[in-house]
Protein backbone atom coordinates (compact mmCIF):
# COMPACT_ATOMS: atom_id res chain seq x y z
CA UNK A 1 0.00 0.00 0.00
CA UNK A 2 1.38 3.28 -1.04
CA UNK A 3 2.29 5.28 1.88
CA UNK A 4 0.16 8.71 2.68
CA UNK A 5 0.80 11.66 4.34
CA UNK A 6 -0.47 12.08 8.05
CA UNK A 7 -1.01 14.62 10.46
CA UNK A 8 1.80 13.80 13.36
CA UNK A 9 1.43 15.16 16.83
CA UNK A 10 4.65 16.85 18.22
CA UNK A 11 4.49 15.30 21.90
CA UNK A 12 8.15 16.82 23.23
CA UNK A 13 11.07 19.18 22.36
CA UNK A 14 14.62 18.69 23.35
CA UNK A 15 16.70 21.70 22.27
CA UNK A 16 19.93 20.61 21.42
CA UNK A 17 22.03 22.97 20.55
CA UNK A 18 21.47 26.97 20.06
CA UNK A 19 20.49 26.09 16.65
CA UNK A 20 19.07 22.80 16.87
CA UNK A 21 16.42 20.92 18.69
CA UNK A 22 15.14 17.04 18.29
CA UNK A 23 11.42 16.95 17.99
CA UNK A 24 9.21 13.86 19.17
CA UNK A 25 6.23 13.16 17.12
CA UNK A 26 3.21 10.36 17.44
CA UNK A 27 2.19 9.16 14.09
CA UNK A 28 -0.36 7.72 13.15
CA UNK A 29 0.05 4.07 12.66
CA UNK A 30 3.58 4.26 13.49
CA UNK A 31 5.47 0.72 13.75
CA UNK A 32 8.86 2.22 14.00
CA UNK A 33 11.55 2.19 11.18
CA UNK A 34 14.60 0.72 10.16
CA UNK A 35 18.14 2.72 11.48
CA UNK A 36 19.10 5.92 9.20
CA UNK A 37 16.06 6.19 7.81
CA UNK A 38 14.42 9.34 7.07
CA UNK A 39 10.56 10.95 7.18
CA UNK A 40 9.98 14.17 4.93
CA UNK A 41 7.67 16.94 6.64
CA UNK A 42 5.75 19.45 4.85
CA UNK A 43 4.15 22.49 5.74
CA UNK A 44 1.83 24.34 4.08
CA UNK A 45 1.58 28.46 4.27
CA UNK A 46 -2.08 29.89 4.27
CA UNK A 47 -2.11 30.94 0.63
CA UNK A 48 -1.01 26.93 0.05
CA UNK A 49 2.47 27.10 -0.99
CA UNK A 50 3.74 24.04 0.19
CA UNK A 51 7.13 22.93 1.07
CA UNK A 52 9.00 19.53 2.35
CA UNK A 53 12.24 18.40 3.62
CA UNK A 54 13.40 15.22 4.94
CA UNK A 55 15.11 14.81 8.00
CA UNK A 56 16.82 11.98 9.86
CA UNK A 57 15.69 9.41 12.47
CA UNK A 58 17.37 9.24 15.31
CA UNK A 59 15.03 7.59 17.35
CA UNK A 60 15.87 3.58 17.79
CA UNK A 61 13.79 1.12 15.32
CA UNK A 62 11.59 -0.27 17.69
CA UNK A 63 10.76 3.61 19.65
CA UNK A 64 7.12 4.20 19.33
CA UNK A 65 7.59 7.59 18.81
CA UNK A 66 9.50 9.03 15.86
CA UNK A 67 12.21 11.58 16.92
CA UNK A 68 14.36 13.81 14.27
CA UNK A 69 16.89 16.39 15.08
CA UNK A 70 16.16 19.70 13.37
CA UNK A 71 19.38 22.21 12.27
CA UNK A 72 17.96 26.20 11.91
CA UNK A 73 18.74 27.12 8.52
CA UNK A 74 18.31 30.81 8.32
CA UNK A 75 17.25 30.76 4.78
CA UNK A 76 15.34 27.74 5.04
CA UNK A 77 11.97 27.17 4.02
CA UNK A 78 10.89 24.23 6.88
CA UNK A 79 14.19 24.66 9.38
CA UNK A 80 13.08 27.85 10.66
CA UNK A 81 9.57 26.98 11.73
CA UNK A 82 10.71 23.89 12.90
CA UNK A 83 13.40 25.48 15.23
CA UNK A 84 12.00 28.60 16.25
CA UNK A 85 8.49 28.48 15.91
CA UNK A 86 6.62 25.14 16.45
CA UNK A 87 5.51 23.62 20.17
CA UNK A 88 4.42 20.64 21.84
CA UNK A 89 0.60 20.22 20.79
CA UNK A 90 1.11 21.82 17.11
CA UNK A 91 0.68 19.57 14.48
CA UNK A 92 2.99 18.36 11.27
CA UNK A 93 2.02 16.85 8.15
CA UNK A 94 4.78 13.75 7.84
CA UNK A 95 5.16 11.03 5.46
CA UNK A 96 7.68 7.84 6.43
CA UNK A 97 10.14 6.29 7.05
CA UNK A 98 11.50 6.46 3.88
CA UNK A 99 15.56 4.73 2.59
CA UNK A 100 16.50 2.11 1.59
CA UNK A 101 20.17 2.41 1.51
CA UNK A 102 21.67 4.22 4.19
CA UNK A 103 20.11 2.06 6.74
CA UNK A 104 21.72 -0.80 9.36
CA UNK A 105 19.66 -3.94 10.22
CA UNK A 106 19.90 -6.04 13.55
CA UNK A 107 21.04 -8.99 11.57
CA UNK A 108 24.56 -7.85 10.57
CA UNK A 109 27.17 -8.97 12.36
CA UNK A 110 30.32 -6.92 10.51
CA UNK A 111 31.29 -3.87 12.88
CA UNK A 112 29.89 -0.28 12.72
CA UNK A 113 31.60 2.07 11.71
CA UNK A 114 30.66 5.98 11.52
CA UNK A 115 31.57 9.51 10.87
CA UNK A 116 29.38 12.41 11.21
CA UNK A 117 29.32 16.25 10.63
CA UNK A 118 27.27 18.17 12.70
CA UNK A 119 23.54 17.19 12.41
CA UNK A 120 24.49 14.39 10.16
CA UNK A 121 25.08 12.72 13.76
CA UNK A 122 21.38 11.97 14.08
CA UNK A 123 20.57 8.85 11.70
CA UNK A 124 23.85 7.61 13.59
CA UNK A 125 22.37 7.84 16.96
CA UNK A 126 19.51 5.77 15.61
CA UNK A 127 21.59 3.41 14.35
CA UNK A 128 23.80 3.16 18.33
CA UNK A 129 20.16 2.87 19.81
CA UNK A 130 18.82 0.40 17.60
CA UNK A 131 21.94 -1.83 18.12
CA UNK A 132 21.68 -1.28 21.75
CA UNK A 133 18.07 -2.21 21.98
CA UNK A 134 19.02 -5.62 19.65
CA UNK A 135 21.58 -6.86 21.77
CA UNK A 136 23.72 -6.91 18.64
CA UNK A 137 27.23 -7.22 19.78
CA UNK A 138 29.45 -5.96 16.47
CA UNK A 139 31.86 -3.26 17.63
CA UNK A 140 31.07 0.26 16.86
CA UNK A 141 33.13 3.47 16.48
CA UNK A 142 32.04 6.56 15.66
CA UNK A 143 33.97 9.78 14.68
CA UNK A 144 31.95 13.06 15.25
CA UNK A 145 32.80 16.17 13.82
CA UNK A 146 31.58 19.22 15.34
CA UNK A 147 32.20 23.01 15.37
CA UNK A 148 32.63 23.50 19.23
CA UNK A 149 31.66 21.74 22.45
CA UNK A 150 27.91 23.64 22.72
CA UNK A 151 26.58 22.37 19.35
CA UNK A 152 27.20 18.91 20.22
CA UNK A 153 24.15 16.76 19.44
CA UNK A 154 23.01 14.19 22.41
CA UNK A 155 25.60 15.92 24.50
CA UNK A 156 24.36 14.07 27.63
CA UNK A 157 24.22 10.80 26.06
CA UNK A 158 26.69 10.49 23.28
CA UNK A 159 29.38 8.69 25.01
CA UNK A 160 26.96 6.56 27.08
CA UNK A 161 25.52 5.40 24.01
CA UNK A 162 28.45 4.50 22.17
CA UNK A 163 29.65 2.36 25.29
CA UNK A 164 26.59 0.51 25.99
CA UNK A 165 27.16 -0.37 22.07
CA UNK A 166 30.33 -1.59 22.58
CA UNK A 167 32.43 0.93 21.20
CA UNK A 168 33.80 4.09 21.58
CA UNK A 169 32.95 8.21 20.06
CA UNK A 170 35.75 10.33 18.98
CA UNK A 171 35.00 13.35 18.70
CA UNK A 172 36.73 16.57 16.41
CA UNK A 173 36.21 19.61 17.34
CA UNK A 174 36.86 22.28 14.71
CA UNK A 175 36.90 25.24 16.04
CA UNK A 176 36.92 25.49 19.76
CA UNK A 177 37.78 22.76 22.28
CA UNK A 178 36.47 22.25 26.16
CA UNK A 179 39.39 23.40 28.54
CA UNK A 180 42.19 20.78 28.98
CA UNK A 181 40.85 18.92 25.65
CA UNK A 182 43.56 16.16 24.63
CA UNK A 183 41.91 15.52 21.08
CA UNK A 184 43.19 16.84 18.39
CA UNK A 185 41.31 20.45 16.82
CA UNK A 186 41.16 21.80 13.28
CA UNK A 187 38.97 20.54 10.33
CA UNK A 188 39.13 16.84 9.64
CA UNK A 189 41.13 16.13 6.61
CA UNK A 190 41.92 12.92 5.00
CA UNK A 191 44.97 11.90 7.03
CA UNK A 192 42.96 12.38 10.59
CA UNK A 193 40.29 10.48 8.90
CA UNK A 194 42.53 7.72 8.05
CA UNK A 195 44.57 7.55 11.00
CA UNK A 196 41.04 6.99 12.81
CA UNK A 197 40.00 4.41 10.90
CA UNK A 198 43.02 2.54 10.89
CA UNK A 199 43.14 2.63 14.25
CA UNK A 200 39.64 0.78 14.88
CA UNK A 201 40.67 -2.06 12.09
CA UNK A 202 44.27 -2.42 14.20
CA UNK A 203 42.16 -2.73 17.18
CA UNK A 204 39.97 -4.98 15.91
CA UNK A 205 42.34 -7.68 14.99
CA UNK A 206 43.95 -9.49 12.51
CA UNK A 207 41.32 -11.62 10.82
CA UNK A 208 38.01 -9.38 11.59
CA UNK A 209 35.49 -8.73 9.35
CA UNK A 210 35.46 -5.48 7.07
CA UNK A 211 33.67 -3.18 9.06
CA UNK A 212 30.47 -1.28 7.47
CA UNK A 213 30.81 2.77 6.82
CA UNK A 214 28.35 4.72 7.31
CA UNK A 215 28.66 8.62 6.70
CA UNK A 216 26.37 11.27 7.14
CA UNK A 217 26.75 15.07 7.18
CA UNK A 218 27.11 18.06 4.14
CA UNK A 219 28.01 17.06 0.90
CA UNK A 220 31.78 18.10 1.24
CA UNK A 221 32.11 16.57 4.09
CA UNK A 222 30.57 13.46 3.16
CA UNK A 223 32.89 13.63 0.10
CA UNK A 224 35.94 14.32 1.69
CA UNK A 225 35.53 11.43 4.31
CA UNK A 226 34.30 9.04 1.63
CA UNK A 227 37.48 9.48 -0.76
CA UNK A 228 39.73 9.32 2.26
CA UNK A 229 38.53 5.81 2.85
CA UNK A 230 38.83 4.58 -0.70
CA UNK A 231 42.23 5.83 -0.54
CA UNK A 232 43.00 3.98 2.00
CA UNK A 233 41.60 0.69 0.54
CA UNK A 234 38.68 0.64 1.63
CA UNK A 235 36.41 -1.04 -0.55
CA UNK A 236 33.93 1.24 -1.65
CA UNK A 237 31.09 -1.45 -1.74
CA UNK A 238 31.15 -1.24 2.38
CA UNK A 239 30.71 2.89 2.59
CA UNK A 240 27.35 4.47 2.71
CA UNK A 241 26.42 7.78 2.81
CA UNK A 242 23.90 10.16 3.25
CA UNK A 243 24.35 13.97 2.64
CA UNK A 244 22.09 17.20 3.10
CA UNK A 245 21.90 20.55 2.12
CA UNK A 246 19.49 23.94 2.49
CA UNK A 247 16.53 22.97 4.26
Given at each position: ?6 V?D ?6 E?P ?14 A???Q????R?T ?7 A??Y ?7 D ?13 E???Y ?11 E ?27 V ?11 A ?8 L ?16 E ?5 A ?37 A?G ?11 G??R ?5 S?A ?11 R ?7
Amino acid sequence: MPMKWEVADVVAIHEETPTARTLMLRIPGWAGALAGQHIDIRLTAPDGYQAARSYSLSSAASDELAAVSVELMPDGEVSPYLVRGISVGDQLEVIGPLGGWFVWRPEQQEPIRMIGGGSGVAPLVSILRTHIASGNTAPVSLLYSVRSPEFVYFRDELESLTASAGGEVTIQYTRHAPPAWQGTLGRLDAARITEWADAGTAASGAGAAAPSTYICGPTRFVELASDALVASGVDPMTIRTERFGGA
